[in-house]
């Protein structure tokens, strides 16, 4: 029993550093964050951005629930101890983090809606 515990402990210990550079980071500020993004991704499809030039342009949209959301994880790290330069660290993680899956969307929605594009006049006839 003893060494039983003693493992369970050790796997505990070696996955605490993994899961702490996974923490998520709940809250409304994440949400308006991902709100902002998903519409971003309707928005800037439908005016057929090019994928070059999704990450200017959303980060333009969401300006303002990008800084929101980097101050609460900020905020949150360092209420945790942790030092600013590793708070600001965090939240740059965190922001790649939502930003990488609002842009794996952009690309997905992007290739969904070629695949449904009308055929040309020439395609129509054969």
């Known amino acids: 029993m003893r060494r039983s515990a003693l493992t ?6 070696l ?9 998520q980071y709940a ?7 991902r709100r ?9 499809t439908e005016q057929k ?8 342009v959303a980060v333009g949209l969401c300006d303002a ?17 942790n ?3 590793v708070a600001l660290a965090r939240a740059e993680s965190a922001l790649s983090t939502e930003f990488r ?9 992007n290739r969904k809606n070629s695949e449904r594009r009308d055929p040309t006049p020439g395609e129509a006839e054969v």
């Open 8 to 13: 369970v402990l050790f796997a505990l210990a």
């Open 15 to 23: 996955a605490a550093p993994a899961m702490a550079q996974q923490q």
């Open 27 to 33: 809250g409304r500020e994440q949400d308006s964050l």
């Open 36 to 44: 902002c993004f998903d519409d971003g991704v309707r928005k800037l």
């Open 49 to 56: 951005v090019p994928m070059e030039d999704y990450a200017v």
């Open 65 to 81: 629930p990008i800084r929101l959301y980097r101050d609460f994880v900020v905020s949150f790290e360092t209420r945790r101890g």
């Open 83 to 85: 030092s600013h330069q």
């Open 101 to 109: 899956r609002a842009r794996d969307a952009f690309a997905a929605y």
